[in-house]
Nanobody, 114 residues
Framework: QVQVVESGGGLVQPGGSLRLSCAAS????????MGWYRQAPGKQRDMVAT???????NYADTVKGRFTISRDNAKNTVYLQMNSLKPEDPTVYYC????????WGQGTQVTVSS
C-alpha cells in the first residue's frame, strides 16, 4: 500500500501564491504518474495537473500559465506551484499516485479570500 500525503495548503489572498507538496511512500516513485486534482463542495473532483515518469506535464485549461507541477524523485515528492490564485479556485486539493493502481492522499485545503 502506497501512502500519499499532501501538505502546504492554507489561506491566501487573491493573486497570491502557494506551493503544495505531496510525498508518496514507494521505492519506485520515479515510475509513477503523479497528479493534482481539486474538488469544490458538492462538485466532482477535477484534474489540475499531471506529470509522468518522464516529466511530461499536462494542465487543465483553467490553470495553464498559473500553476506548475514538478517532481523530485530523490525526495519521492511532487509539487504544485500555484500563482495568481483566484477566489473561484476550488478548495480541496488531492494528490494522486498512479502506477498500475491509483492511490489518493487525504487532501489539503486551499482558501483564496481577502
Amino acid at each position: 500500500q502506497v501512502q500519499v500525503v499532501e501538505s502546504g495548503g492554507g489561506l491566501v489572498q487573491p493573486g497570491g501564491s502557494l506551493r503544495l507538496s505531496c510525498a508518496a511512500s514507494s521505492s519506485i516513485f520515479r515510475f509513477y504518474t503523479m497528479g493534482w486534482y481539486r474538488q469544490a463542495p458538492g462538485k466532482q473532483r477535477d484534474m489540475v495537473a499531471t506529470i509522468t515518469s518522464g516529466a511530461i506535464t499536462n494542465y487543465a485549461d483553467t490553470v495553464k500559465g498559473r500553476f506548475t507541477i514538478s517532481r523530485d524523485n530523490a525526495k519521492n515528492t511532487v509539487y504544485l506551484q500555484m500563482n495568481s490564485l483566484k477566489p473561484e479556485d476550488p478548495t480541496v486539493y488531492y494528490c494522486n499516485a498512479n502506477y498500475n493502481n491509483a492511490y489518493w492522499g487525504q487532501g489539503t485545503q486551499v482558501t483564496v479570500s481577502s
